[in-house]
Structure formats: C-alpha cells, structure tokens
C-alpha cells in the first residue's frame, strides 16, 4: 500500500477552525466482505484501478498546552477497502461514498476480525461502556438508534435504560455547548462500542470543553456512574503536568480505562502515556483468504506525520508490567484495533452533516473498540488495573500478533515498526477473543 497525505482547509466547525486532511491510494488486494460471499482473488484485485481515499480530521489540532483533540477521521472522497472488496464480490464497479449506505466495517465484520463473534452475542448484559468526549452532540441518542437498528442490534435507549448521556457533573440537563466536530466522534464512539458489545449500557459523559482538566473530570464522573469501562478518544502534547493529571483522573483501580495512541505517527501522546491506561494504537484491517484468520492487519501508516502514535513517554514512569528496554519511562501502545481510513469503519452522523452514513478511521475507532472488548471479558477485580491483563497474555494465541508495518523513523527500531512480539505501534497485538482481557 502507498501512501501519501496533505493537508487542506475542510468544512469549519462551530470554531471556524481549519482541519487537517489526508489522503491514501489504496491499492488492491486479496479482500472479501463477509456477508458477500464470493472469494475476491489477489490476481483479480491487484488488476483493479487503485483508488485514492481522502478524509478529514473532526476537530483541529489542539493550540495550547492542557488542550485535547479528538481522533476521528472522516473520510470524504475515494473507495474503501470495504467498497472495494464489496464491488469486487458483486463483479461491478466500486462506488464513491455517499451517505445513503455504509461504507466502512459494521459490527458483524468487526466481530469477525477480533474473534467476538460468539461473545458479543452472549455476554455484556450489565456491563457499562462509558465514552468520554468534549461539548454536547444533540442528536447522539437518535443517531445511535439509527446506526443499531440498520445493523439489527437491540435498542439503547434512554427510555430502556440501556443509554445515558450527562454533563461532566452528571447533569442530565446542564450539558455543554454543541460542537459539530466533536459530535462527530461521539458518533464514531457510540456506534463502536455498539458494533463490539451489543448488550452493554453506554453512558456518554460530555465534558464542557476539550482541556485535560475537564476532560478528566468527565472521566472521574464516568466512574462515579458505575462504569467499569471508560473509552478516551482524544489525546495532546505531554507536559509536565501529566503526573498529577495521572493521580487525579487516571488512577481507578478496578476500571479498564483506554485511550487513543494519537493518528499523527511516531511520538507520545497524553493521556495514552497514563501509566494506568490502556494506550490503543492502530491498525490497516483487511479481509484475507490466505489466512485461518480470515483477516491480516499492519501498522496504520500515511506518513510520518500520520499515522498510529506510539514511542516513549517524557514524564511518566514505566508500569511494573513493562518490561521492554527502549523507553526508560512509559512505553506506548499496549494493544491496537483497526484505525486506518482506508479500512475504517461504518458510522451514522447527522449533526453540521447531511444525515446518513460516513466511514472513519483514526485511533478514535480503535479505543472504543479496546474498551468494549474489556466488557466483554467481564467486571476487572477490585484493585486490579486492566492495562496489565494483555501483558499477562502476551504472546498467546489470545492476541493477534502484528508484524508488518511502520507509523514513522526512530533509533529503538521497535518503538515505530512492528515485530514478532512487543512493538510500539500495535502493542502485544489485536484481540482474539476476550482471553487478553481478563484478570
């Protein structure tokens, strides 16, 4: 896969801020849909047209030190892996995007890839997801109806108990202003924790605006609430103020809490560098015929600007359960999912968009995937702190190990290329199962 990127001015937010674009010639490989039935073979896909993918981030890069921004990536032109591999299947043409079907992965292909087909369908009745995100998407609720019941998934709703949504005091009325970029990736939150944990509760905790203080107070407030597992899609520049943030935000023993790598390529990110959470960094997903799996992953890469984040964190200290040498304090990631626009994934939107379907990527799908796995494996024991349990797995078949690819040029060669084994980008692996997650 070549790739290449740029920047460009997109649609203004309610900030009028600019945000920044990237674009990808995916060239074409051996990829079926599931559901499609028909195998696509590498010697027909390699001799299809490429098609360049280009997409936008959802909220502009943070400006100042304590300020966050989301991770989402919605794609705005070009074929999907997913539209490619559907039209190969059905011997047409691919089609662009548009907003009358999805585009990207749904719940069943996600499923699939992570080996959660059989638990999804079984397990996650009284478990809490809660998604942490900044301002008020005021369409999340019927949104996310529309999104679970196109894909056939039970109703999460208010009225069922299933869906709750509150201010970072937990305030169901006193809820922050509206953000359309940020409304995006609640969407994008939302419907991932939906797709990979279809009977758990969502709680979304809206946080008054995007620094680190009151995002971490949404996080506080989502424990509060009961959740045991609390989804970060967000992440800015390290400071030193990282350590308190850590024991005033972060420290919830007993709570899996996962955060975005980053989609700017090699380099730490805040909160991912938390020694107490789980940092999730990204990968390119592909249907495979060539593989048990049915699937192969890479590191997410379109430059060394963009791409998964991973590397070694400035201030905070390495966790007992990290053992590699690269990095003398806090090693990123510790696990990955699926985060490349290429390959992302389906997601329904209706707020400063026209209503319908849009595929995202970014390390923003990846953390809600992570959290919700979580929740499938079941409530963590008092005291423990789930960003340890992938490492007791690791190397087991538990996780899918990630050995191709790069997110960037580093000196500790592991810390930015994938490996047998332990890497920067995607951690110990993907998810096979829930196995990795559990106590």
């Known amino acids: 896969m070549r790739i290449t990127s740029s920047d460009r001015a997109s649609r203004s937010t309610r900030s009028g801020r600019l945000r920044r674009t990237g674009s990808v010639a995916l060239a074409g490989a051996a990829l079926v849909l599931a559901g499609f039935g028909t195998a696509v073979h590498a010697d027909a896909a390699a001799s299809a047209t490429s098609s360049k993918v280009t997409w936008t981030r959802a909220c502009a890069t943070p400006s100042k030190a304590g300020e966050m921004a989301c991770k989402a990536l919605r794609v705005t032109g070009g074929i ?12 047409v043409a691919p089609k662009a995007a548009d907003a009358a079907s999805p ?3 749904g719940p069943s292909d996600l499923q699939s890839a992570y080996g959660l087909t059989a638990a999804a369908a ?5 478990e809490t997801i809660a998604i942490v995100d900044a301002y008020n998407d005021p369409n999340a609720e019927s949104d996310l109806a529309a999104y679970r019941s196109y894909y056939g998934l039970p109703a999460c709703t208010t009225t069922n108990g299933c869906f709750r949504k509150v201010g970072q005091t937990g305030s169901t009325t006193s809820l922050p ?4 970029g940020w409304s995006e990736e609640i969407s994008l939150d939302l419907d991932m924790a939906s797709a990979i944990c279809p009977k758990c509760n969502i709680t979304l905790v809206e946080a008054k605006s995007a620094t680190m203080a009151n995002l971490g107070t949404a996080v506080n407030e989502a424990v509060k609430l009961g959740a045991k597992f609390v989804s970060n899609s967000y992440g800015g520049s390290e400071s030193s103020s990282d350590t308190t943030y850590d024991s005033s935000y972060f420290n919830h023993p007993g709570v899996a809490i996962t955060v975005s790598a980053g989609d700017s390529g090699y380099g730490a990110e805040y909160p991912a560098a938390s020694r107490y959470v789980t940092a999730v960094g990204g990968t390119a997903l592909s249907k495979s015929t060539s593989t048990s799996r049915g699937w192969t992953e890479s590191v997410w890469k379109t430059s060394s600007t963009e791409g998964t984040g991973s590397g070694c964190s400035a201030y905070d200290a390495k966790p007992t359960w990290q053992t590699d040498t690269g990095c003398a304090k806090r090693t990123i990631a510790d696990v990955a999912a699926v985060a490349d626009p290429a390959t992302g994934v389906s997601v329904y939107d209706s707020y400063g968009v026209t209503a319908g379907w849009y595929t995202f990527g970014g390390t923003s799908a990846a953390s809600p995937i992570i959290a919700s796995v979580y929740a499938l494996a079941g409530t963590p024991s008092s005291g423990s702190y789930p960003a340890k349990f992938p490492y007791n797995a690791a190397g087991t078949s538990a996780l899918n190990d990630v050995t191709s690819g790069n997110n960037g040029s580093c000196t500790t060669t592991y810390l930015c290329t994938a490996r047998s084994g332990y890497d920067g980008p995607t951690g110990w692996g993907t998810p096979e199962g829930v196995a990795a997650f559990t106590g």
């Open 80 to 91: 999907t892996a997913f539209q490619k591999a559907k039209a190969d299947a059905e011997g």
């Open 103 to 105: 585009s990207g992965y």
């Open 122 to 126: 079984a397990k996650g009745s009284g």
């Open 177 to 180: 202003s509206s953000d359309a």
